[in-house]
């Protein structure tokens, strides 16, 4: 688990300068100095500090309904007696609110193949991603086909073909402009006569405001049907971490297209913004199943709401090996006092 926090905690780096890499500095001087008279009197928080955490969860994107939720669970949990443990009732009000949307991502067992759509915008790593997806189940045993249903874009089709040869996998691609509908059709055939397990879908990246193309989409999803009508068993949302809280306007357009049913949050890396997971999947009522945190193929991670959460609020100078037992600590806390609802 060390592993996987200590990628994550150097992911969210951009994001805990803006939350605080260390609280010290990110709530301020003046506020840690009242935490301590605080403390030494036993008082609660007061309004203005209240308010002060709350501005700093909503500039790391956390949201206003989410940054209340989480103020008010620190306010019943004050006083602390010091930092850590300010840190530590931090990571477990973010934990109690990610840990619903926090699944793996789960595949029929009696779908040959199992087929997982993805979609999202230009510029979000989708294609990437479905690489590194591929990667993911490969290291599982199941075999893999892809299919290049960006039609629109040649360079997507080669990226993919790229990953398809890396990765010793077989692709279906078209021509450019060709029916993608049709391709996805043809490529669930293949699947289907090869005995694949899992057949992974790369779509054009689309504005949520592109009428046709969001309706290609929905075309997709009706013409794969005709050959499995449970399909597609994933509806998965690339969703790029950079662009903070403007996702969850995305994110709704395309729940409406492609009944999606679960995200992937690329590029933790790159942005200041990490505290979107938080919003986005609260307000869509999504799982969040896999986080890119890099650009190795290992970097796509599975979404743990508890390493996040610590990774998240963990100071710079605490030790990598002390993160088993915070995140214990913060599933224990989940377990023992239920999950916060940000209203």
Excluded at 23 to 46: D, F, P, Y
Excluded at 147 to 172: F, G, H, N
Excluded at 176 to 191: F, K, P
Excluded at 274 to 293: E, K, N, R, Y
Aim: charged letters at 20%; hydrophobic letters at 45%; aromatic letters at 4%.
């Amino acid at each position: 688990m060390s592993g996987v926090f200590t990628r994550l905690k150097a992911a969210l780096t951009r994001t805990k300068q803006n939350l605080g890499d260390n609280l010290t500095e990110s709530l301020g001087e003046s506020l840690v100095g009242n935490l301590k008279k605080i403390l030494k009197s036993g008082a609660q928080l007061t309004p203005a500090q209240k308010q002060m955490l709350e501005d700093l969860l909503i500039a790391a994107d956390m949201g206003l309904a989410q940054a209340r939720a989480i103020s008010a669970s620190l306010t019943e949990d004050a006083p602390f007696e010091s930092e850590k443990d300010l840190r530590q009732a931090l990571a477990i009000a973010i934990a109690r609110i990610l840990s619903p949307y926090a699944k793996p991502l789960s595949l029929p067992r009696t779908a040959t193949p199992a087929i997982i759509l993805v979609a999202g915008v230009n510029g979000t790593g989708k294609t990437t991603s479905i690489g590194k997806l591929a990667h993911y189940y490969k290291a599982q045993g199941k075999t893999i086909l892809l299919a290049a249903c960006d039609t629109y874009r040649a360079a997507a089709a080669e990226q993919l073909q790229i990953w398809a040869r890396r990765l010793d996998v077989p692709i279906i691609v078209g021509a450019e402009q060709s029916d993608a509908a049709a391709l996805a059709y043809q490529a669930i055939e293949a699947a289907q006569a090869q005995n694949i397990d899992i057949v992974l879908i790369d779509t054009a990246g689309r504005l949520q405001n592109n009428q046709d193309l969001m309706a290609e989409l929905e075309k997709i999803c009706r013409v794969i049907q005709k050959l499995d009508d449970t399909a597609p068993h994933a509806s998965l949302l690339v969703i790029d971490a950079t662009t903070g809280q403007n996702a969850l306007t995305q994110a709704q357009a395309f729940m409406a297209a492609a009944d999606l049913t679960g995200l992937i949050i690329t590029k933790l890396d790159s942005s200041a913004r990490g505290g979107m997971i938080v919003p986005i999947a609260s307000t869509c009522q999504l799982p969040v199943h896999f986080i890119g945190v890099g650009e190795a193929v290992e970097d796509l991670q599975i979404f743990d709401a508890a390493i996040f959460a610590a990774a998240l609020t963990a100071s710079e100078s605490e030790s990598d090996s002390k993160s088993d037992n915070e995140v214990a600590v913060i599933r224990a806390a989940i377990a023992q006092t239920g999950e916060i609802e940000a209203d």
